[in-house]
């Protein structure tokens, strides 16, 4: 069985420059929360459902995961997991999908660059990027050698009116 693990980054959190307290209580704006929204109605549209919501515990990934799964009426299914902060990281992933190798479709919601550069090492190698709110779909052939390659990646902007 082919397990696909959907990366999504937080949405926009406006200027950390401008937030007044710890970082990782800083979370999305207006437009974060608008996008993200939108993106959850495209999931719903679709008929996507995930099997399991993993999240960063920043603020921020936290609620980007909250709003997808409040659209898609899966609440249950969001877990925080330390290990997707932003020094999430290939050893984290191999961890993070033998742990959970029995999800069909696992959506993990995090922070870039780290994203990204998770999904270019399961690639073997190119670029590219994770916009905030955006959403790439990787497909795992194997679990045990964290292997596979990108099915698909979308831009926020694609879920927006």
């Known amino acids: ?20 307290g710890a970082d990782a209580d800083r979370p999305l704006s207006p437009l974060g929360v608008e ?7 495209h999931f719903e ?7 399991k919501i993993l999240t960063s ?10 709003i997808v799964a409040g659209v898609l009426d899966v609440r249950d299914l969001v877990e925080t997991d330390q290990r997707l902060d932003p020094s999430f990281d290939m050893r984290a992933f191999r961890q993070v999908l033998k742990e959970n190798a029995d999800e069909e479709r696992l959506l993990l919601v995090g922070h870039d660059p780290s994203l990204s550069m998770v ?42 009116r």
């Open 57 to 66: 515990p920043l603020a921020r990934a936290r609620q980007t995961a909250e």
């Open 45 to 51: 549209h679709t008929g996507f459902r995930p099997t």
């Open 1 to 20: 069985m082919t397990m696909r693990v959907y990366f999504m980054r937080h949405g926009d959190a406006g200027d950390k420059k401008l937030w007044q």
């Open 35 to 41: 996008r993200t929204t939108a993106a959850a109605k």
């Open 119 to 160: 999904i270019e090492a399961v690639m073997g190698g190119g670029s590219i990027i994770l916009k905030k709110g955006g959403i790439a779909r990787l497909d795992i052939e194997s679990v045990s050698r964290a292997s596979g390659h990108l099915a698909w990646l979308d831009s926020p902007t694609l879920f927006s």
